[in-house]
């Protein structure tokens, strides 16, 4: 009737003759079609779902609505994921966990499951399409033959040659940092860990990217693009936990956050574009000899890469990789120092050591060079340790493009697989009873040969673990023993233990405040 009275409306004053009764019931009818589709789409792949993980999974703490989450306030913290390793120590291989009833993922909470999934080349899951408005297609979201031309051609550029190059700059910044710290220290004001850190590597990961000064470590976040980052960051944990949104990441777009999400993507792409656009300019103008500078960053590498068939990357690639870049290497680095401030200020002997070697290989010089690296033993065991508790990523996920066996059990193409680094690094099958200690000399060679590769895994594991895992180490190796050989460090609050929570890093839930005294 509706429809009728609407077309009849319509054809009032047309001169030509058009059922739009017609016309409406067709687009209705194909609309309906449409969506009856894509219910139908979800229903079997829910279906798939669970004939799949119900192999792996007896249900027992299964919710009709909230699936495994039931009692779940929104914070993946602390105590949810010892609710997850309790699980994981009763299971041993493997559990599933259920984002509600319909939204399974297949836990890989051993290193003899985890690694048949991290041999092979298998794509990001669906949660890391959150961040992809802002990284794009780089290294990190990139799939298939793309991932593999773009892992080709930014090898080189962590390449030992090149990564002695950023020594200078991770000095210069641990100098500034330092000065911050003496103020500090004659004020005798704490220093607030994860604030101070998360400045200093993104003052290092911005000069190093793309040679960007914004003065950031006295700026903090009043620049645009800093606030951009920061914001962006912050963000993308919020949907984590919101399956919708997940499904559907162009909805969230929708939402104010979404847009104001969107705005700071827009700020961060039109600073790296300027600053691509500029650099491309200097290096034509230049004919090649601008490259002949003391020390390339990590642009100039990506404008000159070129692959077998003497291609290079686009400008839209080179942004994708800046960003990817930055992100990777920015609050992983400074969660990874905060947590080691944090373990050696809760252990004063085991710091003790670290100052004694850094003091016997610095001989009193101020700065770290390349060959002090290797050195400073002790210290890389301790920053281990510290990634052993408190790995900056604490679980990474894989959509499966193929089927897969686990233990005898097929695994179909399309399952989301989680691999629990976190979990993995406190499991008592692999590391014993002793697990939960901080005893950085269970990283000796001669006690190390003894774990199973796959069951210490900061920087994932396989082909497609972090290509930047060197320049993460060499960083925080110079900042960490810059601090112990100016400060001891002390918890401010003795009797204060930190707990964590999961977002994009593995941050804590309060402020770690420590003690500085000058040495």
């Not at 966990?97 to 319909?102: A, L, S, T």
């Not at 033959?145 to 910044?173: C, G, S």
């Not at 085991?350 to 050195?375: A, F, S, Y």
């Not at 408190?390 to 499966?400: E, F």
């Amino acid at each position: 009737m509706v429809i009728d009275a609407l077309s009849s409306y319509l054809l009032l004053d047309m001169p030509w003759s058009i059922n739009i009764s017609t016309i409406f019931r067709t687009i209705f009818v194909l609309v309906l079609c449409f969506m009856v589709y894509k219910v139908y789409q979800f229903i079997a792949y829910v279906a798939l779902q669970h004939r799949t993980l119900s192999q792996f999974d007896s249900y027992e703490d299964f919710h009709w609505w909230y699936g495994s989450l039931k009692g779940f306030k929104g914070v993946l913290n602390e105590d949810f994921m010892r609710g997850r390793l309790a699980k994981a120590e009763k299971n041993k291989y493997f559990f599933v966990q259920w984002n509600g009833p319909f939204f399974g993922a297949l836990t890989l909470c051993h290193p003899d499951t985890a690694k048949v999934v991290l041999k092979g080349y298998e794509p990001k899951g669906r949660v890391y399409e959150t961040l992809r408005p802002w990284l794009g297609d780089g290294l990190l979201l990139a799939k298939g033959k793309k991932w593999m031309r773009q892992r080709r051609l930014l090898t080189p550029a962590f390449h030992f040659d090149i990564l002695r190059t950023y020594m200078v700059i991770y000095n210069e910044a641990s100098d500034m940092f330092l000065t911050k710290l003496s103020g500090m220290a004659e004020r005798n004001e704490p220093l607030d860990v994860f604030h101070h850190i998360s400045l200093l590597t993104l003052d290092i990961i911005l000069k190093c990217a793309f040679s960007f000064d914004a003065n950031v470590q006295s700026t903090g976040k009043r620049h645009p693009y800093i606030q951009a980052v920061f914001d962006m960051c912050h963000d993308v944990p919020r949907r984590f936990t919101n399956p919708l949104f997940i499904l559907y990441p162009k909805l969230y777009m929708l939402t104010s956050r979404g847009r104001r999400f969107q705005e700071s993507c827009d700020i961060v792409h039109r600073e790296a574009n300027h600053v691509i656009a500029k650099r491309k300019k200097e290096l034509e103008a230049s004919g090649g000899l601008f490259l002949n500078k003391k020390r390339l960053d990590f642009l100039d590498i990506l404008l000159t890469a070129k692959d077998s068939d003497g291609n290079g990357l686009s400008d839209e690639d080179i942004r994708a990789e800046v960003d990817t870049f930055l992100f990777e290497g920015h609050d992983t680095t400074a969660s990874g120092l905060s947590w080691t401030i944090y373990l050696l200020a809760n252990h004063p002997e085991h710091q003790q050591k670290c100052q004694e070697e850094i003091d016997e290989v610095m001989q009193g010089r101020d700065e770290i060079q390349w060959e002090d690296l290797p050195k400073l033993k002790y210290l890389g065991l301790c920053l281990k340790e510290a990634m052993r508790h408190y790995p900056p990523v604490a679980g990474i996920s894989r959509k499966l493009e193929k089927d897969i066996e686990i233990m005898g059990k097929k695994v179909t193409a399309g399952t989301n697989v989680q691999l629990p680094i976190w979990i993995l690094h406190h499991s008592s099958h692999v590391w014993g009873d002793d697990v939960m200690e901080f005893k950085p000399e269970r990283f000796l060679p001669e006690n190390f040969k003894n774990v199973n590769p796959f069951g210490y895994i900061p920087f994932s594991a396989g082909p497609r673990n972090c290509i930047g895992q060197n320049f993460a180490n060499n960083e925080e190796k110079v900042v960490m023993a810059r601090i112990l050989h100016k400060f001891k460090i002390s918890m401010a609050d003795k009797s204060e233990k930190a707990e964590f929570n999961v977002a994009l890093i593995l941050k804590s839930a309060k402020e770690i405040k420590v003690a500085l005294k000058p040495r």
